[in-house]
């Protein structure tokens, strides 16, 4: 149980163009979604946290107009990288977390993303 | 500011050789510790959480427990598949169901 899946794995794409990456809890319905960007060898940075329905909150300095967040349902957000540029080639990972009423909420990573942008 | 210290940053290990990984942590109100795997190239890989001081988790080779200031990941007799970076993260009152996480501990270990 408790899985989730995030599509394309990889994705090269020329700078200017935008990238979608869609994350998805594939058997449980995920109130809260949260979407991390890391870089080789360092740890994950968390980018924005999207609730269903509502708009996303982003961390400070990470720029909402370049990384847009759509949470259209329970088990499904998604991520748009809009012009990209060479300096956004990361991996992305998504997570999603059950709210099943706990006090603690355990977050539950999709495989992860490669963007390279040429 | 919640806050998690990492360490070992890498460890190499023999096959059979038993160590143990170190989590230290500050934050305000602590409403869970987490453990993940994660593999090179792949999302992290849930594998415990913690909620109070004095707490033990056990998974195969794995065992987790926690202080009011560290966790420690215990791994018995590892074997090379247990070979991967070792994150701990916290969830604070203050911060919400946000996680903070460590640098992470890579484990090599060699057959």
């Known amino acids: 149980g408790a899985v989730v899946s995030q599509h394309p794995s990889r994705v090269i794409c020329k700078s200017g163009t935008s990238v979608k990456i869609e994350c998805r809890s594939l058997?449980?319905?995920?109130?809260?979604m949260f979407w991390y960007r890391q870089f080789p060898k360092q740890s994950l940075m968390l980018m924005a946290t999207s609730n269903e329905g509502s708009k996303a909150t982003y961390e400070q300095g990470v720029e909402k107009d370049k990384f847009l967040i759509n949470h259209a349902s329970l088990t499904l957000s998604t991520l748009t990288v809009t012009s990209a540029h060479p300096e956004d080639s990361s991996f992305y990972i998504c997570?999603?977390?059950?709210?099943?009423?706990?006090?603690?909420?355990?977050?539950?990573f999709g495989p992860g993303t490669r963007l390279t942008v040429l | 500011e919640d806050q998690v210290t990492q360490s070992p940053e890498a460890l190499r290990l023999q096959e059979g050789e038993s160590s143990s990984l170190n989590c230290s942590y500050t934050?305000?109100?602590?409403?869970?510790l987490f453990w993940y795997r994660q593999d090179p190239g792949k999302g992290p890989e849930f594998l415990f959480t913690l909620y109070s001081a004095g707490e033990e988790k056990e998974k195969e080779r794995l065992k987790a427990t926690l202080t009011k200031k560290e966790s420690f990941l215990h791994i018995t007799a590892p074997k090379p598949e247990d070979s991967a970076t070792y994150l701990c993260a916290v969830q604070s009152g203050a911060a919400g169901n946000k996680l903070t996480f460590g640098g992470g501990t890579r484990v090599l270990v060699k057959p």
């Open positions: 934050v305000s109100g602590l409403r869970g």
């Open positions: 997570s999603a977390s059950p709210g099943q009423g706990s006090i603690t909420d355990t977050q539950y």
């Open positions: 058997d449980f319905q995920a109130t809260t």
